[in-house]
Nanobody, 125 residues
């Protein structure tokens, strides 16, 4: 099972990026999905998660109102739209999946079974 993230890069403060994550060899329909990030010297932080059918989402306090998670089960994709980016958003961003059909989602990293390799997001002028 493989998750692959894309869309990271260098952006100026106040700018936007959209991260994408897709799965190879399995479909995401029955998975709860999450985005996590880890900045240098810091622990892994929950960014956002989305239920298996997309009806419920959660966001970390630091990104509420700026980031939006979405999924397209037909295209087998999950996205993280990041707006009004700040230097504190600089981190490696990881996509994660948990095999579970659920109306809610988890912000606990240990709940997730599959992880991508991460994509670097750098916010700097």
């Amino acid at each position: 099972l493989q998750l692959v993230e894309s869309g990271g890069g260098l952006v100026q403060p106040g700018g936007s990026l959209r991260l994408s994550c897709t799965a190879f060899d399995f479909t995401l329909n029955n998975f709860v999905l999450g985005w996590f990030r880890q900045a240098p010297g810091k622990g892994r932080e929950a960014v956002s998660c989305i239920s298996s059918r997309g009806g419920n989402t959660n966001y970390g306090d630091s990104v509420k109102g700026r980031f939006t998670i979405s999924r397209d089960n037909f295209e087998n994709m999950v996205y993280l739209q990041m707006d009004s980016l700040k230097p504190d958003d600089t981190a490696v961003y990881y996509c994660a999946a948990k095999l579970k059909v659920a109306v809610d989602c988890s912000d606990r990293d240990y709940d997730y079974e599959e992880w991508g390799q991460g994509t670097q997001v750098t916010v700097s002028s």
